[in-house]
């Protein structure tokens, strides 16, 4: 028996190697379908909608990759993963990526095993209390019990600011999120702290009355989200990282999924590389010419994602902010087709 478990165990580290090494763009072209990472449901960036069809911001980032790897966007499979699965899931092969409003930091992008193929969110970690606390500012505090999920960055910033404020705190720390959010309503932790979008979307689309609830003024961190893939996996991470810039170069270009078309017929040469009129990135990364045209006709450039799923377009109606354009102000900066 005991000799048995230890030869499984051999087998199951011998798959995670291999699969682990092995170059996930042939693994996908092969499957024909990408495995996606995302959350176990987290309205504006990665949930089912009514019809059970995954939406969102993150989602959209699947059916990029899907369209450039696949030439067709509804090619991927949803793998929902809660904060604490998330990394298991693909340093084992089980996701190709994660798409999961993870947070780009140093540890992840070392010690973890993953690589960060660029951030689609500029965010930061706030607080969410019921307007029946009476606390108008985090300084206020001192005391308070707070609920956060188990596996994320958000446990480790917490603890950092409490101390810098001299501010102390009962951690209320749940894996699932569901559980979580509903230990929040229940009134079992005075505050909820996550990324500010997260706190948003909690709002509105979890608790029954928003308007009991509010998100306190101070954001404490830096929260760049954004996809991550396995280490020593270039060409894969070549991929996703193009996609995510495809669809930012392209809204800093005027170009739609509704006059991508048109498009094709620009003089402009940088419009030309994008679209594959003049020939080149495809072949680089290894994936039809075609990659850039097929994200922004299926899918939509940055902009109408962003719209669309947690913008004008949606009911969280996050502003644009730090994740506008360069050109408006923000930090989206498409990296240069070329
Ligand atoms: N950005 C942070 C937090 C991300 C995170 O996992 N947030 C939670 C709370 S909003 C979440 O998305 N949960 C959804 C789930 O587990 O399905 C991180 O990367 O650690």
Known sequence: MRKFKYVAGLAVLAAGFSTAHADTLDVVKERGVVHCGVTTGFAGFSAPDAKGVWQGLDVDLCRAVAAAALGDAEKFKAVPLSSQQRFTALQSGEIDLLARNTTVTQQRDTALGAISAGVNFYDGQGFLVPKSLGVNSAKELDGASVCMQTG?????????????????????????????????AAGRCDVFTTDASGLASIRISKLSNPDDYQVLPEIISKEPLGPFVRQGDDRWLNVVKWSLQAMIGAEELGITSANVDEKLK?????????????????????????????????????????????????????????????????????????
């Not at 446990?155 to 929040?184: C, G, L, S």
């Not at 994936?287 to 947690?310: C, H, L, M, P, T």
């Not at 506008?324 to 087709?337: E, F, I, K, S």
């Open 266 to 338: 620009s003089e402009n040469p940088n419009v030309k590389r994008l679209l594959g009129v003049t020939e080149g990135a495809g072949k680089n990364l290894g994936v039809d010419e075609k990659w850039a045209y097929n994200i922004i006709k299926q899918v939509g450039n940055y902009g109408e994602s962003f719209e669309r799923n947690v913008g004008k377009g949606s009911a969280l109606q996050i502003e644009r902010g730090l994740n506008a354009q360069w050109t408006d102000g923000g930090l989206m900066y498409g990296l240069p087709v070329r």
């Open 152 to 184: 994320t960055s958000n446990e480790n910033t917490m603890a950092d600011w409490a101390r810098a404020n001299n501010i102390t705190y009962k951690p209320v720390v749940i894996e699932q999120f569901n559980e979580v959010v509903n230990a929040f």
